[in-house]
């Protein structure tokens, strides 16, 4: 069971941290600031409904196990719903519903989830090697970064860092 409870918090930390990693890889883009497609407006309201549905949850009794079925079908939503193309307002959203829902229950709050600013220079360098072509040198960086305990994820966004 706690196999089960650790893979179950994992699932929403990686949530989580997607979402930031999609976030941040939008950085200043104009086009992360356009208005929602019909599909994004689909999940920004199943994310209000999601909302409601888990205070329901919680307000019936304090039903933890029904609020968590709805958070966790909320994570399987944003899993799907959230790409390099969505916008910075959606992601902030989605974030913002995630954060409510776990900090109601007091999760998501105690993992140390900052990269070592000597990991992401290497990270950066690996990046760097890769564009120069230097494979030799970005495989020996990814595996250094490797033996610090990351994992280097690459992705169309760019590198992902993230503690393994």
Sequence with gaps: ??????????????????????????????????????????????????????????????????ALGVMFEYVKDMNIALSGETTRSLIQSALETLASMCGVLGLLSGRDDEIEPDVADMARQRQEARKARDFALADQLRDQIAARGYILEDTPQGPKLRRG
């Design 1 to 66: 069971m706690l196999e089960q409870a650790k893979s179950a918090l994992d699932r929403l930390y990686t949530a989580r941290d997607n979402a930031r990693f999609l976030l941040e890889a939008r950085g200043a883009d104009t086009e992360a600031d356009r208005a929602l497609t019909d599909t994004e407006q689909a999940f920004a309201k199943r994310g209000e409904a999601a909302l409601q549905a888990f205070d329901g949850a919680l307000d019936d009794d304090f039903n933890t196990a029904d």
